[in-house]
């Protein structure tokens, strides 16, 4: 993360500058939460990507912050709506938007942060802006169908590792691609060079959401983790382990995992501890790992392709690897 100090730098700097520009507009019902939610912290890896991603086919990354913001935008617009979707009561440590202020003005705020997105597209350099748009909408929809998937998951009695995989694609993937697909859009990149930067950033985005799931059962440290380790099991969530746990046992094993899953709430240190038994008899946590290091690869070899500098190649390969490096 070092060697990019200094695009970090003014990615915040221009956060920063979006959110003096709304602060104390009003309706302040409507620009507050905005404000509110961008103060709030997060990793920027998004938008940081987007910059990354002109700045490989050396030029100026400042040329995509326009980009870059309005992936930020967009990806907090989804957070505002997933966190009512989820009546989730915390975002960051600190109460989500419709907490905060009411559902109404959540829905509202982030229908605003949705269209500034759009607003800051349209500040690109001109021959870009049709690409960018037609990248950043077709986005949009694959994130919002992503998490229609996994809403139904919760309902449907049979879902596959397969669908599962479409699911964290649309809903987390893709938005990782498209970020560093923009930045290329912005420096002129080919399509076969867009193409390549988009496969490595979507492939990254698979595995780290896989790993994700492994961190739910076995991380070693829960404060790193920032959740409840066992989550996932407790709430009968569908992850790839799941899934996967129910394409590899046999009609026994089936059985006793159907009778874990539906232990009472009181009994949630035993529901864990079962699963977890039961998935070291399949070695699920292995398979994941597998899974999660083919996408690892797969998304190194779309990496590889690209003819640019290798310096900077490398620099945005460790930075891959940083962020899938989780004690799992």
């Known amino acids: 993360m070092q060697h990019y100090s200094d695009i970090s730098k003014n990615l915040e700097t221009s956060i920063e500058a979006y959110r003096t520009k709304i602060a104390g507009l009003t309706p302040h019902e409507l620009y507050d939460p905005l404000h509110y939610i961008l103060s709030s912290g997060g990793k920027r890896i998004r938008p940081l990507l987007c910059l990354v991603g002109c700045d490989l086919f050396n030029k100026p990354y400042t040329k995509a912050i326009p980009a870059a913001l309005a992936i930020e935008l967009f990806h907090n617009f989804s957070l505002i709506h997933d966190d009512i979707l989820d009546n989730a009561p915390l975002r960051r440590g600190k109460p989500t938007v419709h907490e905060k202020w009411n559902t109404n003005i959540a829905i509202l705020s982030g229908d605003g942060m949705l269209v500034n997105a759009f607003e800051q597209l349209a500040l690109a350099e001109k021959e870009h802006v049709k690409d960018l748009l037609a990248l950043f909408s077709k986005t949009a929809m ?100 799941l899934l996967e746990a129910f394409e590899k046992a046999d009609g026994k094993q089936k059985e006793r995992l159907k009778a874990l899953l539906n232990m009472p709430a009181t009994q949630a240190t035993e529901k864990v501890n079962g699963v977890m038994a039961l998935y070291d008899e399949l070695g699920i946590r292995e398979l994941a790992l597998k899974e999660a290091d083919s996408h690892t690869q797969n998304a190194l070899q779309h990496l590889d392709l690209l003819e640019v500098d290798a310096e900077k190649k490398n620099h945005l390969r460790q930075l891959a690897l940083h962020l899938l490096a989780r004690e799992v």
């Not at 994130?143 to 479409?166: H, I, P, R, T």
């Not at 964290?168 to 923009?182: D, E």
């Not at 994700?212 to 066992?230: E, I, M, N, S």
């Open 142 to 241: 694959e994130v919002c169908e992503g998490q229609q998937f996994d809403m139904n998951f919760e309902s449907q009695s049979q879902v596959s590792v397969d669908d599962y995989l479409a699911m964290i694609t649309g809903k987390t993937a893709v938005l990782l691609g498209c970020s560093l697909q923009m930045g290329a859009i912005c420096a002129g990149a080919s399509k076969e060079e867009q193409n390549h930067l988009y496969e490595f950033g979507k492939h990254v985005g698979i595995a780290f959401q896989v790993l994700d799931d492994v961190l739910d059962v076995y991380a070693k440290d829960a404060g790193k983790f920032g959740k409840q380790v066992g989550g996932d099991i407790i709430a009968n969530k569908k992850t790839w382990l």
